[in-house]
């Protein structure tokens, strides 16, 4: 849903499978330039013609798709703590009204992916945040507000260490070795599975 720069388009393609297809959208403008330059630069001409680069914002998005994607990847913008801790200008940016239009943003985005899930599909919700605020809060909403949002375990082995949450996971740098912070968590939507899949 947030696509930009392309990292996470690029791990998703390498595994897209024979008949996968990928959605990858990003609102701005100079950056979905940026992500279009990375997948025609670093994809084999088969696999990029299956991946549909969009510049929707992705809050409004349900509007227009209901229940048409299988997976949806949402590393939602945040207030990245980690370049507030080595960077003046991020911290001069940093303020507790901050966080909360953030978070205003973040349930906008949450709220409209899973609207856009299809029964039995996933959707992976990640920031680089600290707070619990724009973390388990954030989830939280989206458990209350739709009774067919369920918790779903996240079982693959990480390198790093990731603290429990009570939605999610939360890598720390103090615990991971300088990794961090990192938190996501992994929501399905009740329901048999149909659909593709949006980053």
């Given at each position: 849903?947030?696509?930009?720069?392309?990292?996470?388009?690029?791990?998703?393609?390498?595994r897209?499978?024979?008949?996968?297809?990928?959605?990858?959208?990003?609102?701005?403008?100079?950056?979905?330039?940026r992500?279009?330059?990375?997948?025609?630069?670093?994809?084999?001409?088969e696999?990029?013609?299956?991946?549909?680069?969009?510049?929707q914002?992705?809050?409004?998005?349900?509007?227009?798709?209901?229940?048409?994607?299988?997976?949806?990847?949402?590393?939602?913008?945040?207030?990245?703590?980690?370049?507030?801790?080595?960077?003046?200008?991020?911290?001069?940016?940093w303020?507790?009204?901050?966080?909360?239009?953030?978070?205003?943003q973040?349930?906008?985005?949450?709220s409209?992916?899973?609207?856009?899930?299809?029964?039995?599909g996933?959707?992976?919700?990640?920031t680089?945040?600290?707070?619990p605020?724009?973390?388990?809060?954030?989830?939280a909403?989206?458990?209350?507000?739709?009774?067919?949002?369920?918790?779903?375990?996240?079982?693959?082995?990480?390198?790093?260490?990731?603290?429990k949450t009570?939605y999610?996971?939360?890598?720390l740098?103090?615990i991971?070795?300088?990794?961090?912070?990192?938190?996501?968590?992994?929501i399905?939507?009740?329901?048999?599975?149909?659909?593709?899949?949006?980053?």
């Amino acid at each position: 849903m947030c696509a930009a720069p392309g990292g996470k388009s690029l791990i998703i393609a390498s595994r897209l499978g024979c008949g996968g297809s990928l959605v990858s959208n990003e609102r701005s403008r100079e950056r979905r330039q940026r992500l279009i330059q990375v997948l025609d630069e670093h994809l084999e001409p088969e696999i990029r013609s299956r991946i549909v680069v969009t510049g929707q914002d992705a809050a409004l998005l349900c509007r227009y798709e209901r229940q048409s994607y299988s997976r949806i990847l949402l590393d939602a913008p945040c207030s990245s703590e980690r370049h507030v801790l080595s960077s003046p200008k991020h911290i001069a940016q940093w303020s507790p009204g901050r966080i909360r239009n953030l978070m205003v943003q973040q349930w906008a985005l949450l709220s409209s992916g899973f609207l856009m899930l299809s029964p039995g599909g996933y959707l992976l919700y990640a920031t680089c945040a600290l707070s619990p605020q724009e973390n388990d809060m954030v989830v939280a909403k989206l458990f209350g507000k739709y009774p067919e949002a369920e918790a779903a375990e996240i079982t693959a082995s990480s390198p790093v260490a990731a603290e429990k949450t009570e939605y999610g996971r939360h890598v720390l740098p103090d615990i991971s070795g300088g990794s961090g912070p990192l938190y996501f968590s992994l929501i399905k939507r009740s329901g048999s599975m149909a659909g593709s899949a949006v980053l």
